[in-house]
Structures are given as structure tokens and as C-alpha cells.
């Protein structure tokens, strides 16, 4: 009883410790708006106070898994785009990533420079709406307007390219679909000099409220020791002061031929999470940049088969989604369709950690801890 | 390639594949075996018993550093047996290590790495969900991702019966 007469002397009303207190259970979801998806959260709760939390997933378990192990393999990357829909470009890519790895298929120049414009573009389209959907958790309506504003830009330049609007399909096995149209350099350098400037109004709109400052900061902490541990990745793992990227430490792609920073917090806490988005949306301008100067010419799409055989193996391939790492592990019979197929989300991790670091909070606060891990719940599921 | 990493900190000596596998093979002697999967992933087969050993081994050692857990697969080989592949990284190192562990597909078993790397609960929990691979010690093994009534078998499996209600896609 030490603990709980503890968490009740952290309430502000000090008499509260002497009453008697009995613990009861509450269910958050599946249908609850904060849980982005549908997840449910079982609380085991003490007065306002969080005893423990129960996170049951599975309600969008769609069995990919199984169903791709029956596809050939080019019938396989719309699956893909429905893993993880907000950012579904980084599903193509690490999918075909480990294909191209195991098949050794040759991936042109120009496709691999539009693969990381496009993909950083993606990172900065989730962010944005990470951005607007953590405030609106929080109360704010405003920065959900002004995120999607912005995000509406870049999704209208993948419609340019690519024809979809959410589930891409664009990034294949061997190269994109299609090469960009003529007038998509114009467009997207005046995208990125407009969001240059508006980052500045992100900052404005919420780095100062002291209602955002009170309900994030110090809230939700998670040390790096645990982080690591629990296989936390992305901008989450980041803020935790661990500097770890994929994108450097096990570069793919054209990654190590571009300049950019890590951007790392120092606490841990809802805060430094929300901020390193904000930092990544920094960089990801910068990079996108930097590929729009050494675009190559050529052709970026690949003739392929409708159906093809690869040769034996396996291999296990992994690339910076916006929530974190994103893993494909591909075992290879050297038939037309893979033998297994196995993915890691991000999510998947990420939300394992939340019950670890909420207990002693308040409900109130477990909806921004869990925003602030950017949540998705069909690639917890998959 | 790791050359030109400039503007990024973490940048310590990297050990080469065969190293880290040599390193391995040095203190489990017989208990680990060296794989060739790809040429870029170094990969070792370990005993199912001496798992847990290896992991605290790999986590712990300076040099190794292995201390995060990417993913977790069962793998049906059917006539082969089956297998459980375990991939790590450092996130300090940047290098990383494949580990599979062959089970006996009538008795499949292999004993949890949970104590070592607590991010391992949900990935052994859906090979046993899904391919019925039994983790010793793991302290919470219920259904998450099927229906809490699922009774038709392990649905991973590869001599799964898929029932009336499968849709089959027509052969190319």
C-alpha cells in the first residue's frame, strides 16, 4: 500500500492519502478517438490515478502475412501500402528493398534519388499530421488546420506523380512506377521554401502555450536504457537521447550521400517527442533538396514480368519510417512467391513501452503519451 | 560506405561479420554455429537451451553491444523442422547478427529472451499465437491478434487447412 498512499500525496488535495480507496478497471477503446485506430487500453485505475495499463491489440489483424505468402511477388506491394497507410511509400520501399537485395535487382540511379524524395516527403506529409492530430489531442484545434494545409501540398504532388492520394503503390521492385512530371521540380522547391517559413508558425503556435508546455513537459518519461531495450525506434527512441537513425547507422539507398543532422532530446518526455518531429521535418527539407540538386537523368522504372522467380535466400531489410524502424524479412524458396514473409512495425514496439512509463499518471496525460508516440494502429497489427 | 558518415556522432570501429561470428563461436564453442544466409548479415545457429545465454552474452559484451531487438519470425520448414530467427542490431556498433534456432516441429520449444530484451514479449507471443511454437517462461502467452475463441490450428503454419472460405488468387 506504500505506492498508492505515495501517488495520492502527489494529488493536490493532501487529504485525499487518508481516505479509503478501492481500485477499479476502465476501458479506453477500441472506439476512442485518442487511440488513433482501433486499440483498446484496459486501466487499472486508483481514484484519477493510472495503476496499471493493458494495451490489447488485434481488432484490425487483416493476416497479411498469410495472404502475401499465396501472391506473386509484384502483387504484393499494394498490400504493403496498407500496413502502415499514413506512410505507405516507406512500406513499398523496405518491401522492395529486401527483394531487390535477395534477387541482386539493379536499381537506376535516378529511381533510388526519387525514392528518397519521395520518401522524405512522406516523412514530412506524417509528421505534419502527427503535428496536427497531437495538438488536437490536447485541445488544440488550430495546428490540426495548419498541418493538413501543408500536407495537402505534398499529397497533392504524389497525386501529380503517382495517381493516389493515400496508398501509393509507387515505389516497385527495381525502381518506381513512373518517372515525375516535368513541372514536379518547381512545384516541389516552392513546397519546400513555403514550409521553411511556416515551420516558424508551428513553433509560434504551440512551443510557448504554457497549457501545452504544462501537459507535456516532464510527462511520460522514458530513459534510454528502457528505450533500447524495448525496441523503441524513430523520433520516439530519439528523444530519449539515443542518436540512433537507420538512415546513418545502416544506410540504404543513396542515404550516405546526403547531409543531414540527427536531431536527438535530452528528457525523454512527451516534449522532447513532439519536438524531434518538428526537427525531422528540418532536415527532410534539406535532403529533399539536396536530391533535387543531383537528380540524374534516365529512366527510373524497371520492365519486370508480371511474374518472376528469385533466387533462394533471405534477407531482412529495414528503413527509417517516419514512426521508426520499419522491417521486412523476406525467406526466398526461389519460387514465384515468397515462402515467408514477416514485418516489423515500429508501432509495434512503441506501443509495447507505453504501459512501462504511465503508470503514476493521470488519464489525461496517458492520451498525450500515447500521441506522442504517433500510434498507427494497423501496423501494430498488421 | 561508413566513411562518409560526417555530421552523425555515433561512429565507433564496426566489427567486420565473420569477427563478430568468430567472437561467438570462440566462447559457446560447439553450442553455436556459423551460417551463411547473405553475404551482408552475419548469422549464427544457436542451440534452443542456450538462447537466453547468448542473448545476455551479446547484449552485455563491450565489443558486441547487440543490445536492440529488430524483429522476431517463426519460420515453418516443414520436413526441415521449424525455426525461430532472431534479429539484433546496436545501436551503438551499427552492426547486426541473425540467430536462428532450430525447433523440432512436433515439440516446437524455445525458452524466452524477455529478461534480456524486454521488446522481445510480443513477437514470441505471435509465434506462439500463430505458429504454436511454445516459449518457455514466457509470463503472459494469450491470444492478441485471432479471436479469443480461435480453436482451427496455427494459421502460420504451412500445412495449415485453410477451410471452404479461403479465396485462393489463380496461378500465373
Known amino acids: 500500500m506504500a505506492d498508492s498512499e505515495e501517488r495520492h500525496r502527489d494529488i493536490d488535495n493532501p487529504t485525499a492519502g487518508e481516505l479509503r480507496t478501492e481500485e477499479f478497471q476502465v476501458n479506453m477503446g477500441p472506439q476512442h478517438p485518442s487511440t488513433h485506430g482501433v486499440c483498446r487500453l484496459l486501466l487499472t485505475m486508483d481514484g484519477e490515478v493510472i495503476v496499471k495499463v493493458e494495451p490489447y491489440i488485434g481488432y484490425l489483424h487483416r493476416a497479411i502475412e498469410k495472404i502475401v505468402e499465396n501472391r506473386v511477388y509484384n502483387q504484393i506491394t499494394p498490400f504493403m501500402d496498407r500496413v502502415e497507410y499514413v506512410s505507405s511509400m516507406m512500406c513499398d520501399w523496405v518491401y522492395a528493398l529486401s527483394v531487390e537485395k535477395i534477387g541482386e535487382i539493379e536499381v537506376s540511379p535516378r529511381a533510388e534519388y526519387l525514392r528518397v524524395i519521395f520518401g522524405e516527403l512522406q516523412r514530412i506529409a506524417s509528421h505534419l499530421l502527427f503535428f496536427g492530430v497531437f495538438a488536437l489531442d490536447l485541445g488544440a484545434i488550430t495546428p490540426f488546420l495548419y498541418g493538413l494545409r501543408e500536407r495537402e501540398m505534398i499529397i497533392d504532388l504524389f497525386e501529380e506523380t503517382c495517381g493516389q492520394r493515400l496508398t501509393y503503390n509507387y515505389i516497385r521492385i527495381g525502381g518506381v512506377s513512373r518517372d515525375i512530371r516535368p513541372d514536379f521540380e518547381k512545384k516541389c522547391r516552392k513546397f519546400l521554401e513555403h514550409m521553411r517559413t511556416v515551420i516558424a508558425d508551428y513553433h509560434a503556435l504551440l512551443d510557448e502555450n504554457p497549457i501545452f508546455l504544462t501537459r507535456t513537459k516532464s510527462v511520460g518519461v522514458l530513459t534510454k536504457d528502457t528505450a533500447v531495450e524495448f525496441g523503441v525506434s524513430g523520433p520516439s527512441l530519439r528523444g530519449s537521447d539515443v542518436k540512433w537513425d537507420v538512415r546513418k547507422g545502416d544506410p540504404y539507398g543513396y542515404y550516405d550521400r546526403f547531409e543531414f543532422d540527427i536531431p536527438s532530446g535530452q528528457n525523454g518526455d512527451t516534449w522532447d517527442r513532439y519536438l524531434m518531429r518538428l526537427e525531422e521535418i528540418k532536415q527532410s527539407v534539406k535532403i529533399i533538396e539536396q536530391a533535387l540538386d543531383g537528380l540524374p537523368e534516365g529512366d527510373p522504372t524497371l520492365k519486370i514480368k508480371p511474374s518472376f522467380k528469385i533466387p533462394e535466400g533471405e534477407y531482412y531489410a529495414r528503413v527509417e519510417a517516419p514512426r521508426g524502424e520499419l522491417g521486412c524479412y523476406i525467406v526466398s524458396d526461389g519460387k514465384k512467391k515468397p515462402y515467408r514473409l514477416k514485418l516489423r512495425g515500429a508501432s509495434y514496439n512503441n506501443l509495447l513501452v507505453i504501459p512501462e512509463i504511465s503508470t503514476g499518471c493521470k488519464i489525461a496525460d496517458l492520451v498525450a503519451i500515447f500521441a506522442s508516440f504517433d500510434i498507427v494502429m494497423p501496423e501494430v497489427d498488421r | ?172
Open chain 2, 1 to 172: 560506405m561508413k566513411s562518409s558518415r560526417k555530421s552523425c556522432p555515433i561512429g565507433v570501429p564496426i566489427l567486420e561479420n565473420n569477427q563478430i561470428v568468430s567472437k561467438l563461436t570462440e566462447k559457446f564453442q560447439d553450442k553455436v554455429r556459423k551460417l551463411e544466409l547473405h553475404p551482408e548479415q552475419a548469422a549464427v545457429a544457436v542451440e534452443s537451451a542456450s538462447l537466453p545465454e547468448v542473448a545476455q552474452f551479446i547484449k552485455g559484451d563491450q565489443d558486441l553491444a547487440l543490445d536492440y531487438i529488430m524483429s522476431i519470425s517463426g519460420v515453418d520448414l516443414l520436413d526441415n523442422g521449424m525455426e525461430m530467427v532472431y534479429h539484433f542490431c546496436s545501436t551503438t556498433q551499427d552492426h547486426r547478427l541473425t540467430i536462428k534456432v532450430k525447433l523440432d516441429r512436433e515439440k516446437p520449444e524455445v525458452p524466452t529472451i524477455i529478461e534480456q530484451f524486454p521488446g522481445a514479449n510480443w513477437y514470441e507471443r505471435e509465434a506462439w499465437e500463430l505458429f504454436g511454437i511454445n516459449i518457455l517462461g514466457h509470463p503472459k502467452l494469450e491470444r492478441f491478434l485471432l479471436v479469443e475463441d480461435w480453436d482451427e490450428g496455427y494459421p502460420m503454419r504451412k500445412d495449415w487447412d485453410e477451410g471452404k472460405d479461403f479465396v485462393k488468387m489463380p496461378e500465373f
